[in-house]
């Protein structure tokens, strides 16, 4: 099982971190190009996104909900003259209730996702953007119902292309556990995330993804489909995006989400 102290020492260093970034703005760029940074997952910009989600019809009676706050610090560092490194997170905040008969109510932080690109600064000749390298799984759950109690890692890659106000591409992972509670399931999942997002003058961006995870061990899907409208601006000097939208659970486990969820996202922008 997990240490107690494990998800209290990890949410603290991940709040200090982007604590660190939040300064005023020293140098700006245009709104729109800020926000077509924002669909690059590999983008060299600072962001700490806040994204929560609302699902329910959970559990095999149809009645438990969840409420997931995904808060997803994205870090870049140059690593030299031609290549970047991209430190992208995601700690999940979770608050569910009768996700199955008994479960009763729990609150606390789920695993850690934590993955690392390296991308090459300039796009290829045909305007490609990609970043590849490894992604980790941190058994940091501070409940038995909030993790996998495993470790795991694999690999992990994007492609891009950013044309006039589009963007489109995919990100992709997977995840093996290597190590953790020997009476927990092995972790063997596929990730798929295509995304199209269209960003107007204005800083305006549409977006359509879905976020499909495939578990290998139960050979199940989830497919959620999202939907959301978000724009970037000054909130005194600070800026932001702020946008939401509606998902669609297209698939998902016996015991999985259905039905329609809700989706909202902050995220605060520290240009260079």
Do not use: C
């Amino acid at each position: 099982m997990t240490a107690p102290w494990m998800p209290v020492r990890l949410a603290t260093a991940l709040f200090f971190v982007g604590a660190i970034f939040i300064t005023p703005v020293l140098a700006q760029e245009d709104s729109a190009e800020l926000a077509k940074k924002l669909s690059n997952p590999v983008a060299a910009l600072i962001s700490v996104p806040f994204q929560l989600n609302y699902d329910e019809d959970i559990g095999p009676a149809e009645d438990g909900k969840r409420f997931t706050l995904n808060v997803q610090p994205v870090i870049p560092f140059e690593f030299n003259r031609d290549w970047n490194i991209i430190w992208r997170n995601i700690l999940p905040v979770v608050w569910q209730d009768d996700i199955f008969p008994g479960a009763g109510r729990q609150f606390g932080i789920g695993d850690l996702v934590s993955s690392v690109f390296f991308s090459p600064k300039v796009p290829t000749a045909g305007g490609w953007i990609w970043g590849a390298g490894p992604v980790f799984l941190l058994p940091t759950g501070s409940d038995d119902r909030l993790t996998a109690d495993k470790w795991g890692a694999g690999p992990t890659g994007v492609v891009l292309k950013q044309r006039g106000p589009w963007t489109y591409g995919a990100l992709v992972n997977h995840i093996w556990s290597l190590a953790g509670d020997s009476d927990r399931a092995d972790v063997s999942n596929t990730f798929l995330q295509p995304f199209l997002a269209y960003t107007t003058p204005t800083a305006w961006t549409f977006s359509l993804n879905t976020e499909s995870t495939y578990d290998w061990k139960d050979e199940q899907w989830s497919v959620p489909i999202n939907g959301s409208v978000s724009k970037v601006m000054k909130v005194g000097n600070q800026l932001v995006s702020v946008g939401g939208g509606l998902r669609y659970w297209a698939d998902s486990p016996a015991s999985g989400p259905e039905g329609l969820g809700l989706r909202f996202i902050f995220t605060l922008l520290f240009p260079k």
